[in-house]
T-cell receptor, first 114, second 116 residues
Framework: RKEVEQDPGPFNVPEGATVAFNCTYSNSASQSFFWYRQDCRKEPKLLMSVYSSGNEDGRFTAQLNRASQYISLLIRDSKLSDSATYLCVVNSAAGGTSYGKLTFGQGTILTVHP | GAVVSQHPSWVICKSGTSVKIECRSLDFQATTMFWYRQFPKQSLMLMATSNEGSKATYEQGVEKDKFLINHASLTLSTLTVTSAHPEDSSFYIC????????????FGPGTRLTVL
């Protein structure tokens, strides 16, 4: 089983749509969770961290369910510029020299069309 | 914000040559840097963790004699792909962590390596 699993998609949605991505992780000791965005042939960029209480940043809402080891990202009112690959990322180390080791999911491709 | 640069941004080389990629943290000191590799249509895979002044920690399956990592200062880490072969062609991305009390990593723009 992969450490971090995502539905690879692709998701093709019209502008204005709401789209949700899901992610599961296997290591129950994981400490921190993130969503990154990666544009074609570019480096990943941090979209938002994910907290147990859930957090929102504009049109983006992230949720974490530690009991189910499940993370989600909701994008409302999709824009053309939201087209990218969305990476679910988990810090699986509890401490020591491995602190900060990130494990990436395979990514979910989103295409927003006019 | 924290800026990480990589050089070169792309490189094409012949099989058997060695290629050095530099990763620099421009406006902060990075105690730890990470090297990732990404093949087409795949996600980033961590290759090694590099701590300033000590030997790098390699992930399982990554040959330390082939991928030499040097982290000689708090702002510079280098990855040397020795005797590169076509199967080493990939997108190599570094990231830097500011200190031990955070898990936020700042990514460089990546280096696209093509081995002919």
């Amino acid at each position: 089983r992969k450490e971090v699993e995502q539905d690879p998609g692709p998701f093709n949605v019209p502008e204005g749509a709401t789209v949700a991505f899901n992610c599961t992780y296997s290591n129950s000791a994981s400490q921190s969770f993130f969503w990154y965005r990666q544009d074609c042939r570019k480096e990943p960029k941090l979209l938002m961290s994910v907290y147990s209480s859930g957090n929102e940043d504009g049109r983006f809402t992230a949720q974490l369910n530690r009991a189910s080891q499940y993370i989600s990202l909701l994008i409302r009112d999709s824009k053309l510029s939201d087209s990218a690959t969305y990476l679910c990322v988990v810090n699986s180390a509890a401490g020591g020299t491995s602190y900060g080791k990130l494990t990436f999911g395979q990514g979910t491709i989103l295409t927003v069309h006019p | 914000g924290a800026v990480v640069s990589q050089h070169p941004s792309w490189v094409i080389c012949k099989s058997g040559t060695s290629v050095k990629i530099e990763c620099r943290s421009l406006d902060f000191q990075a105690t730890t840097m990470f090297w990732y590799r990404q093949f087409p249509k795949q996600s980033l895979m961590l290759m090694a963790t590099s701590n300033e002044g000590s030997k790098a920690t390699y992930e399982q399956g990554v040959e330390k004699d082939k991928f030499l990592i040097n982290h000689a200062s708090l702002t510079l880490s280098t990855l040397t792909v020795t005797s590169a072969h076509p199967e080493d062609s990939s997108f190599y991305i570094c990231s830097a962590r500011r200190g031990s009390g955070t898990d936020t990593q700042y990514f460089g723009p990546g280096t696209r390596l093509t081995v002919l």
